[in-house]
């Protein structure tokens, strides 16, 4: 009869791990093998997914959700984008010192009035610049829409703008219809808010 | 397939189906091989888990990735993608968001288009690279679970005399007829192995020795560390686990780290570079920077944090001058010290009025550059700040207007009322730059006022600007100490794999004929020296080299 | 005398003990055959001879690194000169090491010339002690580009056993195909070192001569705000100008054999630092080294294998197989630590961040990759032998475009090691 032998430790812990090692290899082995593959489709699908759809960093699109802001309006008022929801929004963001900027604010104002009794929002979110120079512009130009103040360009870089002006189409179900870099004619801006009316 | 194979050896042993050698006397139980090549010992010949016959699809899965050919496929292809990431430069080394399906054909043309098209503007974040890691992953946990069960129940469970065949089969093999007592030659020859460390074990005249078997696991070690390193690379996407930002602040500003609770002041910026001495002859004049530091203080908001009319309550947490190499750390949070701008920035003047008429000097005021007060009162002066501009222009359309947010050219309009000045008062436009005043020409603008009364300033000690800009990186990685946990378990393993051999001595004596068969999993030379070398201290002398049994080094 | 004048002095001691060395080695092989002596004798006598001789190189190397050291109170390691230099003596610590072990003469016959031509060519680079940018001040760097120079010594020196494997096992009389392709790729390998060879006299050459020649280039950059601005810089040559920067004007030229302007442009996509200049250089290095090797050829009136490969008999392949792959083995944990764990370590130290798919990183991995293949091949049957040494000549192929080809044509967060 050949005989085995074994090191470490007492017989007894050497059966114990025996008994398992068997265990793992034998019965339970068809368990071990399933449950390692699901894992791994999870974790893997995890993995992949997350290059997929997630990576927050990602510049905003036609289809994504904008990050939400919570900023004061000119009376002190807070206002939050996420009060908005279920309506048509326009954000603009726009600064004194940007002159297509300051053309369309008179632009925005006038189609403001005229599609304001069917929902429409505009919040035109000033380019961190100061409260005077606000003041007096808005002041200038009679605006009735609400002028939100970003502080130290935070909500600007949670928007990821390039160059302004910058305008932000949203659809009533919080998702944006469309990105307008650059400033636009009175007429460009009716059509869409039109067609963001009709969404 | 047949479904009957015998495997029961002769020894009376029952192996498992796909047993190489009898996992009790070490017979070799495939008989198609050649008898005179060394044997295949990998695992000690024990069948491995995925060799089983009928397999099923979960079965067939599991030999795909537990096949270590599979493994070295994957590896390559997986250097092979990496390589084309390197072509040109990525997209995430660009800090500031920019639009790469225009940036990738502008910098290098249609090669340029085709690499974006293609996604390798992004390979390391794409789908399937991302894909090939996890298959490496998956490789690594059923490969090492693979081998490592069967391969510790066959060293756990040794056998000491083995069959002639099995010994005569090994890599390095001695034979000799030796005389006198076998027993006693056996327990000679065992004291002397015992010398270089290994462990004997005798059965009256066959014998086994055995060291540095623990290497046997530094592989599977190893791939353990892997696998907790890939997890720990997979737990970053995990939202909230890892923060990378950048943040500009200018010195004595406070500035929120964005989507944290946390302020940072940078108290002071600055930058020491090379002197001309220090430099070679080619550096000389040249601005080296030789240590830049941020004086940097860290807040955390107690309240009014994301009120936007409040000030937000800070209080200080941590204190630290930041250099390359040494950031700021609180609680996970890491600012390193990334880039600086030395670009000054005015932030206020503190200017006096004066009645030119009498010489009289009233004040100073506090004149920030941002959001001053809108009224200040000099003496019987009262100034109404009316409008302000940080970059001042005459716009197309003849009004005052300004270029841009930043202090660059700043100008100050102000209605002032006072002594000798109108009774609903006059303006009077006020440039705090000395250049400024030239360019603009402020006395022209002001016209008749500028003859009664002048707002400047007296000297530097009332200007407050800062002279730099310091550009921080803001890290937060929660995944961090699980990395170099994988990490380290993986260095050991491999240590361990490498420099230690599982080396193994069979031997036993026939009737004063001697068969000795000697197995390592690295290493021969190292085998073979060991084996001669203990053989010449009971005196055989052999060549080493005369061992060697022919094949192949595994 | 300066310490730091004291250390060149060393290191021109060491490279001559090398070359010494290197003599002392092929005596030890060649000389067997000669009549009148008793081969193993003679090897032995000879080899103790060489190895004695190229410690004592080691020995000034070493010298020369801690004196440098000590003198400008930087580790050098921080420019390409230093860390080439040190490469070369990582190369001969390891091979110390390996012979060591396995006493073989013969291994002294190939490990020295690498280490002669990798010191030499550090020698092309700037040799003045330059100040450390602030990134580079820390301690794991001086750990990491150690460590992982020595992982790369080691393959170094598998490279340098598998091709006397291949040298030795292929005879350059076979006449099938397959030995054709075996004896061609040998032979390009011995030619692509004589081009480095050619490389390193080209440049001395013409530094010799004072050659000059002035470019000015306009370079748009894009920096890392996306903003594109364009700068001109004036590149200097230092060879005769077959090929001038991208997008350059010349300033001043000076005609070479009648050459008076520039052949061709070189192309924009090369974005390394003065990529144009090592274009020029590369092509320059294709030329002499061509030239030299004709010249051997002319010489020998064989191929460069062919001459080599009878020295090698009485040779156990089945021995070089084993020492290259022991090397490798051996070199693969320093490798693992110093390029990735401490490049980790560091990184995170300095940017915040262990890994950032830095082209140099990459790299890096991909080398880690390779040899990770190469040990798992060594597992499977068949893949020893021929195909094993033939993996370990192309492992250092990679090695080298890791510490050299990456900063010639790829730019990036290492770019400071290119000159």
Same mark, same amino acid.
């Given at each position: 009869?050949?005989?085995?032998?074994?090191?470490?430790?007492?017989?007894?812990?050497?059966?114990d791990?025996?008994?398992?090692?068997?265990?793992?290899?034998?019965?339970?082995?068809?368990?071990?093998?399933?449950?390692?593959?699901?894992?791994?489709?999870?974790?893997?699908?995890?993995?992949?997914?997350?290059?997929?759809?997630?990576?927050?960093?990602?510049?905003?699109?036609?289809?994504?959700?904008?990050?939400?802001?919570?900023?004061?309006?000119?009376?002190?008022?807070?206002?939050?984008?996420?009060?908005?929801?279920?309506?048509?929004?326009?954000?603009?963001?726009w600064?004194?010192?940007? *002159?297509?900027?300051?053309?369309?604010m008179?632009e925005?104002?006038?189609? =403001?009035?005229?599609?304001?009794?069917?929902?429409?929002?505009?919040?035109?979110?000033?380019?961190?610049?100061?409260? !005077?120079?606000?003041?007096?512009?808005?002041?200038?130009?009679?605006?009735?829409?609400?002028?939100?103040?970003?502080?130290?360009?935070?909500?600007?870089?949670?928007?990821?703008?390039?160059?302004?002006?910058t305008?932000?189409?949203?659809?009533?179900?919080?998702?944006?219809?469309?990105?307008?870099?650059?400033?636009?004619?009175?007429?460009?801006?009716?059509?869409?808010?039109?067609?963001?009316?009709?969404? | 397939?047949?479904?009957?194979e015998?495997?029961?050896?002769?020894?009376?042993?029952?192996?498992?189906?796909?047993?190489?050698?009898?996992?009790?006397?070490?017979?070799?139980?495939?008989?198609?091989?050649?008898?005179?090549? *060394?044997?295949?010992?990998?695992?000690?010949?024990?069948?491995?888990?995925?060799?089983?016959?009928?397999?099923?699809?979960?079965?067939?899965?599991?030999?795909?990735?537990?096949s270590?050919?599979?493994? +070295?496929?994957?590896?390559?292809?997986?250097?092979? $993608?990496?390589? !084309?990431?390197?072509?040109?430069?990525?997209?995430? %080394?660009?800090?500031?968001?920019?639009?790469?399906?225009?940036?990738?054909?502008?910098?290098?043309?249609l090669?340029?288009?085709?690499?974006?098209?293609?996604?390798?503007?992004?390979?390391?974040?794409?789908?399937?690279?991302?894909?090939?890691?996890? &298959?490496?992953?998956?490789?690594?946990?059923?490969?090492?679970?693979?081998?490592?069960? *069967?391969?510790?129940?066959?060293?756990?469970?040794?056998?000491?005399?083995?069959?002639?065949?099995?010994?005569?089969?090994?890599?390095?093999?001695?034979?000799?007829?030796?005389?006198?007592?076998?027993?006693?030659?056996?327990?000679?020859?065992?004291?002397?192995?015992?010398?270089?460390?290994?462990?004997?074990?005798?059965?009256?005249?066959?014998?086994?020795?055995?060291?540095?078997?623990?290497?046997?696991?530094?592989?599977?070690?190893?791939?353990?560390?892997?696998?907790?390193?890939?997890?720990?690379? @997979?737990?970053?996407?995990?939202?909230?686990?890892?923060?990378?930002?950048?943040?500009?602040?200018?010195?004595?500003?406070?500035?929120?780290?964005?989507?944290?609770?946390?302020?940072?002041?940078?108290?002071?910026?600055?930058?020491?570079?090379?002197?001309?001495?220090?430099?070679p002859?080619?550096?000389?004049?040249?601005?080296?920077?030789?240590?830049?530091?941020?004086?940097?203080?860290?807040?955390?908001?107690?309240?009014?944090?994301?009120?936007?009319?409040?000030?937000?309550?800070?209080?200080?947490?941590?204190r630290?001058?930041?250099?390359?190499?040494?950031?700021?750390?609180?609680?996970?949070?890491?600012?390193?010290?990334?880039?600086?701008? @030395?670009?000054?920035?005015?932030?206020?003047?503190?200017?006096?009025?004066?009645?030119?008429?009498?010489?009289?000097?009233?004040?100073?005021?506090?004149?920030? &550059?941002?959001?001053?007060a809108?009224?200040?009162?000099?003496?019987?002066?009262?100034?109404?700040?009316?409008?302000?501009?940080?970059?001042?222009?005459?716009?197309?359309?003849?009004?005052? $207007?300004?270029?841009?947010?930043?202090?660059?050219?700043?100008?100050?309009?102000?209605?002032?009322?006072?002594p000798?000045?109108?009774?609903?008062?006059?303006p009077?436009?006020?440039?705090?730059?000395?250049?400024?005043?030239?360019?603009?020409?402020?006395?022209?603008?002001?016209?008749?006022?500028?003859?009664?009364?002048?707002?400047?300033?007296?000297?530097?000690?009332?200007?407050?600007?800062?002279?730099?800009?310091?550009?921080?990186?803001?890290?937060?990685?929660?995944?961090?100490?699980?990395?170099?946990?994988g990490?380290?378990?993986?260095?050991?393993?491999?240590?361990?794999?490498?420099?230690?051999?599982?080396r193994?001595?069979? @031997?036993?004596?026939?009737?004063?004929?001697?068969?000795?068969?000697?197995?390592?999993?690295?290493?021969?030379?190292?085998?073979?020296?060991?084996?001669?070398?203990?053989?010449?201290?009971?005196?055989?002398?052999?060549?080493?080299?005369?061992?060697?049994?022919?094949?192949?080094?595994? | 005398?300066?310490?730091?004048?004291f250390?060149?002095?060393?290191?021109?001691?060491?490279?001559?003990?090398?070359?010494?060395?290197?003599?002392?080695?092929? @005596?030890?092989?060649?000389?067997?055959?000669?009549?009148?002596?008793?081969?193993?004798?003679?090897?032995?006598?000879?080899?103790?001879?060489?190895?004695?001789?190229?410690?004592?190189?080691?020995?000034?190397?070493?010298?020369?690194?801690?004196?440098?050291?000590?003198?400008s109170?930087?580790?050098?390691?921080?420019?390409?000169?230093?860390?080439?230099?040190?490469?070369?003596?990582?190369?001969?610590?390891?091979f110390?090491?390996?012979?060591?072990?396995?006493?073989?003469?013969?291994?002294?016959?190939?490990?020295?010339?690498? %280490?002669? +031509?990798?010191?030499?060519y550090?020698?092309?680079?700037?040799?003045d002690?330059?100040?450390?940018?602030?990134?580079?001040?820390?301690?794991?760097?001086?750990?990491?580009?150690?460590?992982?120079?020595?992982?790369?010594?080691?393959?170094?020196?598998?490279?340098?056993?598998?091709?006397?494997?291949?040298?030795?096992?292929?005879?350059?009389?076979?006449?099938?195909?397959?030995?054709?392709?075996?004896?061609?790729?040998?032979?390009?390998?011995?030619?692509s070192?004589?081009?480095?060879?050619?490389?390193?006299?080209?440049?001395?050459?013409?530094?010799?001569?004072g050659?000059?020649?002035?470019?000015?280039?306009?370079?748009?950059?894009?920096?890392?705000?996306?903003?594109?601005?364009?700068?001109?810089?004036?590149?200097?040559y230092?060879?005769?100008?077959?090929?001038k920067?991208?997008?350059?004007?010349?300033?001043?030229?000076?005609?070479?054999?009648?050459?008076?302007?520039?052949?061709?442009?070189?192309?924009?996509?090369?974005?390394?630092?003065?990529?144009?200049?090592?274009?020029?250089?590369?092509?320059?290095?294709?030329?002499?080294?061509?030239?030299?090797?004709?010249?051997?050829?002319?010489?020998?009136?064989?191929?460069?294998?062919?001459?080599?490969h009878?020295?090698?008999?009485?040779?156990?392949?089945?021995?070089l197989?084993?020492?290259?792959?022991?090397?490798?083995?051996?070199?693969?944990?320093i490798?693992?630590?110093?390029?990735?764990?401490?490049?980790?370590?560091?990184?995170?130290?300095?940017?915040?961040?262990?890994?950032?798919?830095d082209?140099?990183?990459?790299?890096?991995?991909?080398?880690?990759?390779? =040899?990770?293949?190469?040990?798992?091949?060594?597992?499977?049957?068949?893949w020893?032998?021929?195909?094993?040494?033939?993996?370990?000549?192309?492992?250092?192929?990679?090695?080298?475009?890791?510490?050299?080809?990456?900063?010639?044509?790829?730019?990036?967060?290492?770019?400071?090691?290119?000159?």
């Open positions: 009869m050949p005989s085995t032998f074994r090191y470490n430790g007492s017989i007894r812990s050497c059966v791990i025996e008994l398992v090692v068997i265990s793992i290899m034998g019965k339970s082995r068809k368990t071990v093998q399933i449950g390692i593959l699901i894992a791994v489709l999870i974790i893997g699908g995890y993995a992949i997914g997350s290059t997929l759809f997630g990576a927050g960093n990602t510049l905003l699109k036609e289809g994504s959700k904008p990050p939400d802001f919570k900023l004061a309006d000119l009376e002190g008022n807070q206002q939050q984008l996420s009060d908005y929801a279920g309506k048509a929004v326009v954000v603009n963001f600064g004194t010192f940007c *002159p297509p900027c300051v053309k369309e008179p925005f104002e006038r189609q =403001y009035l005229k599609w304001k009794d069917q929902g429409l929002i505009v919040l035109a979110i000033n380019l961190s610049e100061d409260t !005077l120079t606000v003041n007096n512009f808005v002041r200038r130009f009679d605006l009735h829409y609400p002028i939100l103040r970003d502080m130290n360009r935070k909500t600007e870089r949670s928007y990821g703008l390039k160059s302004y002006p305008t932000f189409f949203i659809k009533p179900d919080g998702s944006i219809m469309e990105i307008m870099v650059g400033g636009m004619t009175e007429v460009e801006i009716d059509e869409r808010i039109e067609r963001l009316l009709k969404l | 397939m047949s479904v009957l015998n495997t029961k050896c002769e020894c009376g042993h029952q192996n498992a189906v796909g047993t190489v050698l009898c996992e009790s006397c070490g017979k070799p139980l495939e008989n198609n091989d050649s008898p005179d090549l *060394p044997l295949e010992m990998r695992y000690d010949g024990v069948a491995r888990r995925s060799q089983k016959s009928n397999p099923n699809i979960i079965d067939r899965i599991w030999n795909f990735f537990s270590v050919k599979i493994a +070295i496929y994957l590896i390559v292809l997986t250097f092979l $993608t990496a390589m !084309l990431g390197t072509i040109f430069p990525q997209e995430n %080394t660009f800090i500031n968001s920019f639009d790469p399906s225009f940036y990738y054909e502008d910098a290098y043309g090669p340029g288009k085709i690499y974006y098209l293609l996604g390798l503007s992004h390979t390391y974040e794409s789908w399937w690279f991302i894909g090939l890691l996890v &298959m490496i992953g998956t490789s690594l946990v059923i490969c090492s679970l693979d081998r490592i069960l *069967p391969l510790y129940r066959a060293l756990n469970k040794q056998q000491i005399r083995k069959h002639l065949q099995f010994i005569h089969r090994q890599k390095t093999v001695y034979k000799q007829t030796i005389e006198g007592d076998s027993e006693q030659w056996v327990e000679k020859f065992g004291a002397q192995l015992k010398r270089k460390g290994y462990r004997i074990h005798t059965e009256g005249t066959a014998l086994l020795a055995e060291k540095n078997r623990f290497s046997r696991w530094g592989p599977y070690i190893n791939h353990i560390g892997l696998i907790l390193f890939l997890l720990a690379i @997979l737990a970053r996407s995990i939202p909230d686990w890892q923060m990378d930002s950048y943040i500009t602040i200018s010195d004595g500003d406070t500035v929120q780290i964005p989507e944290t609770n946390y302020f940072v002041k940078n108290e002071k910026f600055t930058v020491e570079f090379y002197k001309d001495e220090e430099l002859e080619k550096l000389k004049g040249k601005a080296r920077a030789k240590l830049f530091e941020t004086k940097a203080v860290l807040y955390e908001c107690t309240s009014n944090c994301n009120d936007p009319k409040e000030k937000p309550v800070l209080a200080e947490v941590k630290h001058n930041i250099v390359v190499n040494d950031p700021l750390k609180y609680k996970g949070l890491k600012l390193y010290q990334f880039d600086f701008d @030395l670009t000054p920035r005015l932030n206020a003047v503190h200017p006096v009025l004066v009645n030119k008429v009498t010489g009289e000097t009233y004040g100073p005021m506090d004149l920030p &550059m941002k959001d001053s809108l009224q200040h009162k000099l003496g019987p002066y009262t100034l109404d700040l009316y409008a302000n501009y940080m970059e001042f222009a005459i716009g197309d359309d003849g009004e005052p $207007t300004t270029l841009s947010r930043d202090p660059v050219a700043p100008a100050f309009i102000f209605t002032v009322r006072g000798g000045l109108a009774p609903e008062g006059e009077y436009i006020y440039f705090p730059m000395q250049k400024d005043k030239v360019r603009f020409s402020q006395d022209t603008l002001n016209q008749a006022i500028s003859d009664k009364i002048e707002i400047k300033v007296d000297g530097m000690e009332n200007v407050d600007f800062s002279e730099a800009s310091t550009y921080l990186n803001v890290r937060m990685d929660k995944a961090l100490p699980y990395v170099w946990i990490a380290t378990f993986s260095m050991i393993g491999l240590l361990m794999g490498s420099y230690w051999q599982h193994r001595i069979w @031997l036993r004596v026939d009737d004063g004929q001697l068969s000795l068969g000697a197995h390592t999993n690295k290493n021969w030379y190292g085998m073979r020296s060991d084996v001669a070398w203990a053989l010449q201290k009971i005196g055989i002398t052999v060549d080493s080299k005369s061992l060697d049994n022919g094949g192949n080094n595994a | 005398m300066s310490l730091v004048d250390s060149s002095d060393a290191f021109i001691t060491a490279f001559f003990l090398y070359c010494f060395a290197f003599l002392f080695y092929v @005596l030890a092989i060649a000389g067997k055959k000669w009549s009148n002596r008793d081969p193993l004798k003679h090897e032995k006598r000879w080899g103790r001879i060489a190895f004695i001789t190229s410690s004592l190189g080691l020995a000034a190397h070493l010298t020369f690194f801690f004196t440098r050291w000590a003198g109170g930087q580790i050098p390691t921080s420019n390409m000169y230093e860390f080439m230099t040190f490469l070369g003596m990582a190369i001969m610590i390891a110390t090491i390996v012979y060591a072990i396995y006493r073989k003469a013969l291994l002294g016959m190939f490990a020295l010339p690498l %280490t002669i +031509i990798i010191v030499a550090a020698s092309v680079f700037p040799q002690v330059q100040p450390l940018i602030p990134a580079l001040s820390s301690v794991w760097l001086k750990v990491h580009v150690t460590t992982a120079a020595l992982g790369e010594a080691f393959f170094a020196v598998g490279f340098a056993a598998g091709l006397m494997y291949l040298l030795r096992v292929i005879d350059f009389k076979g006449k099938t195909k397959e030995e054709k392709r075996a004896e061609f790729w040998v032979e390009f390998s011995l030619y070192i004589v081009l480095l060879v050619g490389f390193i006299i080209a440049v001395f050459a013409f530094r010799g001569m050659y000059e020649t002035e470019f000015i280039q306009e370079k748009s950059t894009i920096d890392a705000k996306g903003i594109e601005s364009t700068v001109s810089e004036t590149v200097i230092y060879m005769p100008s077959i090929v920067p991208y997008n350059s004007d010349i300033v001043k030229y000076e005609s070479f054999l009648g050459m008076d302007k520039p052949l061709f442009e070189a192309p924009s996509w090369m974005t390394g630092v003065n990529s144009g200049r090592k274009l020029n250089t590369v092509i320059w290095s294709i030329i002499s080294g061509s030239i030299l090797y004709g010249l051997l050829r002319l010489v020998f009136r064989k191929p460069l294998g062919a001459v080599i009878p020295m090698m008999e009485g040779i156990d392949p089945e021995d197989d084993e020492i290259s792959n022991r090397a490798i083995a051996i070199g693969y944990p490798f693992t630590l110093g390029a990735l764990i401490f490049a980790m370590i560091w990184a995170n130290i300095a940017w915040g961040r262990f890994w950032g798919w082209p140099k990183e990459v790299w890096a991995l991909i080398t880690w990759l390779y =040899y990770s293949a190469y040990l798992h091949f060594r597992l499977s049957r068949g020893q032998g021929r195909r094993s040494a033939w993996l370990a000549v192309i492992g250092f192929v990679i090695v080298l475009f890791t510490l050299v080809g990456v900063n010639l044509v790829i730019a990036g967060l290492h770019s400071y090691s290119g000159t």
